[in-house]
């Protein structure tokens, strides 16, 4: 599969392990290293780097209640590199983009959109650096598919403005792949434009794993702060100097 | 097709004339192989152009498979072509032969390998140069 992707021209995948909380007694397990998966990956064409594969877990959540596994610090959920969501109702889609640590929020593509997307939560996800996930697989595969895709991605391009979009494959198969100019050529297709629709396959995914990386990493900020100099000097200085004496 | 624009020099000491191309070209050439993994029966040059139309109103209807499409060269034994389309349906082509998932009812892939407006263009492939 890697050296599939490797031929096709993505410099990174990312592996993903699907939980689905409508069972019961689902738990988070680890993610499977890659290095155990593939002991040499294939260099990247035209580079001379190795292709990065990632980890990265999805949710797909129809309940409140399932959210709180990811407030929980359970040690597995840290091991993924990414986190995805994938909310069923329009309370969690709303949930998932205010509060929800996380870095994609899937769009479902395989049936018809149970609630419409409204403008606030939207709006506070792409502040947050949350991605908005769209999948291309189910449009190779079946007709009805291709019609439920278009059109739930036409109507979040409508209310995103084309922002902080990904689209991605949840191919299982290396046949189902397709390469980044095809994938950005379908990003033309919903309605982005050509540099959005470039920026779907490469930039914002890129930005997504920094935010994986970002959200593993960082717990809290320190920062210093210059205790203030006597009164005459403050008064010597000028306004922006000061300002940024004391930031 | 081509936009044009004339300008002159305000002084009016010497006149010019500037022409504007914003048009690439007419047409756009694409070179494409298809891909089929299980060993049947490979598809001649009528059968693969009848695909590449029915891809074509799969996506986008009627409307999409008139779209003039022009199967240059084909390659049996390779599956690969040189097609060429109206500039205007190179998206609706392109994403055609993307979303494109069964021939026959065999999987199948559409592997778009290069694309340019200029022919000559698609005679060399960096992609596939071999350094030893």
């Known amino acids: 599969f890697t050296v599939f992707t490797f031929s096709v021209g993505y410099s990174a995948v990312a592996l993903n392990h699907v939980i689905d909380f409508k069972e019961k007694k689902q738990e988070i397990v680890k993610p499977v290293s890659p290095s155990e998966l593939f002991p040499s990956l294939p260099i990247v064409q035209g580079t001379s780097k190795r292709i990065k594969v990632l980890t990265r877990l999805t949710l797909v959540i129809s309940d409140p209640s399932h959210c709180n596994l990811l407030r929980s610090t359970s040690p597995n959920i840290r091991l993924y590199d990414i986190i995805a969501v994938f909310p069923k109702t329009e309370k969690l889609f709303h949930i998932a983009c205010t509060t929800l640590d996380v870095d994609l929020v899937c769009i479902n593509v395989t049936e018809k959109l149970p609630f419409y997307f409204r403008r606030p939560p939207v709006n506070m996800a792409i502040d947050r650096g949350i991605y908005f996930e769209l999948l291309y697989t189910p449009a190779i595969k079946d007709s009805t598919m291709r019609r439920y895709t278009i059109s739930n991605a036409i109507s979040l391009m409508q209310i995103c403005k084309g922002k902080n979009i990904v689209i991605s494959s949840a191919a299982e198969r290396p046949l189902e792949l397709r390469g980044p100019y095809d994938v950005a050529n379908l990003g033309l297709l919903f309605g982005l434009s050509e540099g959005e629709a470039k920026a779907a396959v490469s930039t914002n995914c890129r930005a997504t794993m920094l935010h994986g990386e970002t959200r593993k990493s960082a717990c809290g900020i320190v920062y210093t702060v210059k205790k203030p100099r006597k009164a005459e000097e403050e008064e010597a200085l000028p306004a922006c100097k000061k300002a940024k004496t004391q930031a | ?132």
């Open chain 2, 1 to 132: 097709r081509g936009g044009m624009a004339l300008s002159e020099s305000v002084a009016g000491a010497t006149t010019f004339e500037r022409r504007v191309l914003r048009s690439a070209g007419e047409h756009h050439y694409l070179r494409v192989r298809l891909e089929l993994p299980d060993g049947g029966a490979r598809p001649n040059v009528a059968q693969f152009k009848q695909l590449v139309v029915s891809a074509l109103r799969e996506l986008h209807g009627e409307a999409g498979a008139a779209l003039p499409v022009d199967v240059l060269t084909y390659e049996e034994k390779t599956l690969s072509a040189l097609l060429r389309v109206v500039s205007s349906g190179l998206v609706k082509l392109w994403s055609a032969l993307t979303l494109l998932g069964f021939y026959q009812n065999r999987r199948c892939a559409f592997r778009v390998l290069q694309t340019s407006p200029f022919l000559l263009a698609l005679a060399g492939n960096s992609r596939e140069l071999v350094l030893d």
